[in-house]
């Protein structure tokens, strides 16, 4: 097996884990099947942005449980398409869908394969939170949204600023720049047990603490994004988080955090739309 080979494996395996973990916690699973309008609070703050998606045709990649998927299929859709790495996710995934009344096809690929696993072309490609950390090139992973769009198709990513992954985990000193900006060929691997969500009392157990993980800049997204032939639509960088990565530090506003204090230090997400040219 290669070295790019194993890192897969190795996140494989940590998010079959953690697919696991996340639907025990909970995860926004009940709001969405018992509630036939409900969207994910990522879907929804991006509405506008995603537009009309009335009879197109849609691939959401790195799907996880498809919370975000079952959201889009939601906005009138002919055909979604969820792509994910983590066999246990998607297992996971399709009795969502089925209870939530949506029709989901679940494609069990790394994204590099997706065009290979997947037939046909999309009107939308849709990917958010928590993606561009597990990929190693950035430059590639942009050829493999151009592959996947039609002529027109258009493209949405809200992801984890590449600032706020530079931080280290102990801020009792303030805010540190300790992890690279820049994309590198070797990942940062952790090995840690548990998720980002809080750990339920009877939580599955959790084996595959190991994970690779790469930061990619804002200039090198941007340059793979119009390198693949994409037009850049537009580009925002937010002080809000999905998540709080220092609890202590950080308030919650609604379903989103900041910084307690002068938030307009650190973009903490990015979102960005571009479109193929038709
Ligand atoms: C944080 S989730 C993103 C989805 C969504 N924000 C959510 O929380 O439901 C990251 C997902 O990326 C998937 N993933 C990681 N590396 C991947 C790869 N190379 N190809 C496809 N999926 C990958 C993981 O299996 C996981 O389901």
Not at 192 to 208: L, N, R
Not at 211 to 225: C, D, K, M, P, R
Request: charged content about 25%; overall charge negative; aromatic content about 8%.
């Amino acid at each position: 097996m290669s070295t790019r080979e194993t890192w897969f494996e190795d996140n494989r395996a940590n998010w079959d884990d953690r697919a696991a973990l996340h639907e025990a916690s909970g995860y926004g699973i009940e709001e969405l099947v018992t509630d036939p309008a409900h969207l994910s609070p990522e879907v929804a703050q991006d509405r506008d942005r995603i537009g009309d998606l009335t009879g197109l045709d849609v691939i959401h990649l790195q799907c996880h449980l498809g919370i975000d998927t079952v959201s889009l299929s939601r906005l009138g859709t002919r055909r979604v398409v969820g792509v994910d790495l983590s066999p246990e996710s998607l297992r996971r995934a399709r009795p969502i869908a089925d209870r939530a009344g949506a029709d989901i096809e679940y494609v069990e690929a790394n994204v590099y394969d997706a065009r290979a696993a997947v037939g046909g072309s999309f009107d939308f490609v849709y990917t958010s939170l928590g993606v561009l950390c597990w990929l190693p090139d950035v430059a590639e992973w942009a050829g493999v949204i151009a592959s996947l769009l039609r002529p027109g198709g258009r493209f949405l990513i809200r992801d984890d600023h590449p600032m706020l992954m530079t931080i280290g985990e102990d801020v009792s000193d303030g805010l540190r720049i300790e992890q690279p900006y820049f994309e590198r060929h070797e990942p940062l691997t952790w090995d840690e047990v548990g998720s980002y969500v809080e750990t339920p009392q009877d939580a599955p157990e959790f084996t595959h603490g190991v994970n690779h993980q790469w930061s990619h800049s804002i200039g090198e997204i941007l340059t793979a994004v119009l390198g693949a032939g994409l037009v850049l639509d537009s580009f925002e960088e937010t002080p809000y988080s999905a998540w709080t990565p220092w609890p202590d530090l950080m308030v919650r506003e609604g379903e989103r955090h900041r910084l307690r204090e002068d938030p307009d230090r650190l973009a903490m997400q990015f979102v960005l739309t571009a479109h193929r040219p038709g």
